[in-house]
């Protein structure tokens, strides 16, 4: 089960690794759209697409590193005030009790609506804009998967950890 746990944690570090590139390229866009648009008076619908479609993977990929790292919002007044043990038995109740059936909640209910943008192939409502929608929509499951899994592991550190 640790392997399983470690290789979890290796595959969400190595998607926060990315969307690191990725915001990086992100922010160039942002400049290059600015600067056509307000310097050049010519606007690119495909960039700004982009960037928004840049945005929306960093948010939705980005949630999975945030668990794991503990970033998520949690109720802290309480929460600190209580010894180790306490805190991993509410971080284990919490995982079990709401992270994962949210996650379960989030590829299921997305999976027709993507399943139906991959039949249309799905594209982009603006004249010049992306035909892929579709591939954007396809981040909502992919979401809930990773929150799925790193909330498997978070579970698996819990047990480990006071041999639940």
Do not use: C
């Not at 595959?11 to 992100?26: E, F, K, P, R």
């Not at 948010?59 to 991993?88: R, T």
């Not at 299921?108 to 892929?132: K, R």
């Amino acid at each position: 089960m640790k392997q399983f746990q470690i290789l979890i944690e290796k595959v969400i570090d190595s998607i926060a690794n990315t969307l690191a590139y990725l915001l990086t390229l992100m922010i160039i866009l942002v400049f290059i759209t600015v600067f056509t648009r307000y310097m050049l008076n010519v606007s690119y619908v495909v960039l700004q697409e982009l960037i928004m479609y840049f945005h929306a993977i960093l948010f939705m990929f980005g949630v999975s590193y945030a668990l794991k790292e503990k970033s998520h919002v949690k109720i802290d007044i309480i929460y600190n005030s209580l010894n180790k043990k306490y805190q991993y038995y509410i971080s284990l109740l919490g995982t079990i009790i709401f992270i994962i059936p949210t996650s379960i909640f989030i590829t299921y209910s997305s999976m027709d609506m993507v399943i139906q943008s991959w039949l249309l192939l799905e594209g982009s409502s603006e004249a010049g804009g992306l035909d892929l929608i579709f591939i954007l929509k396809s981040v909502i499951p992919i979401t809930g998967f990773l929150i799925f899994i790193q909330a498997l592991s978070d579970i698996i550190k819990y047990m480990d950890r006071y041999k639940i």
